[in-house]
């Protein structure tokens, strides 16, 4: 069985930083891509970024710039490092690894930004 626990949310200021790592049971490089989703209350859930096997990379437009994804293959952990935080950066955030057509998912952990 697949588990990907998260950690690393809390509560910070504008402008500040936090960083995020999720923990994976299996090999992050059995997975064909792993990324950090976010949901806001009442929104949907959506993309922030993502790394392939091979380490390519992918970020939200709202994220770039602030947002750095990075993979630890003999820690089987994959971090989402977060600097300039802003008020709407509040989220649940959620770890995913997709493996072919499936996908697997943390409990999610909240970032709060205040002003």
């Known amino acids: 069985q697949v588990q990907l626990v998260e950690s690393g949310g809390g509560l910070v200021q504008a402008g500040g930083s936090l960083r995020l790592s999720c923990a994976t049971s299996?090999?992050?490089?059995?997975?064909?891509?792993m990324g950090w989703y976010r949901q806001a209350p009442g929104k949907q859930r959506e993309l922030v970024a993502t790394?392939?096997?091979?380490?390519?990379?992918n970020y939200a437009d709202s994220v770039k710039g602030r947002f750095t994804i990075s993979r630890d293959n003999a820690k089987n952990t994959v971090s989402l490092q977060m600097n300039s935080l802003k008020r709407e950066d509040t989220s649940i955030y959620y770890c995913?690894?997709?493996?072919?057509?499936?996908?697997?998912w943390g409990q999610g952990t909240q970032v709060t930004v205040s002003s």
């Open positions: 995913n690894g997709r493996r072919g057509v499936t996908g697997y």
């Open positions: 299996r090999s992050v490089i059995e997975f064909d891509t």
């Open positions: 790394i392939t096997r091979f380490g390519a990379t």
